[in-house]
């Protein structure tokens, strides 16, 4: 992957994750209907997908050193 490629890819997983963050977590918080399972799922998705986008970041930013 270049750079672009990975910075591109690390947008879009950071998009995902406030997604799953707003679908999971906040959605059902906000309409009354919410499950333990599902916002814990939501917060795993989410904590993932951030890590994952951190990493190729970070991976990024040791390449350009």
């Known amino acids: 992957m270049n ?3 990975r910075e591109s890819t690390a947008k879009f997983l950071y998009d995902l994750a406030k997604g799953v ?3 999971a977590v906040v959605s059902p918080w906000i309409t009354g209907q919410w499950s333990w399972i599902v916002m814990g799922a939501g917060a795993v998705g989410t904590g993932t997908l951030f890590a994952w986008a951190y990493w190729l970041e970070r991976k990024h930013d040791d390449i350009t050193v």
Do not use: C
């Open 3 to 5: 750079t672009r490629q």
């Open 21 to 23: 963050v707003l679908l």
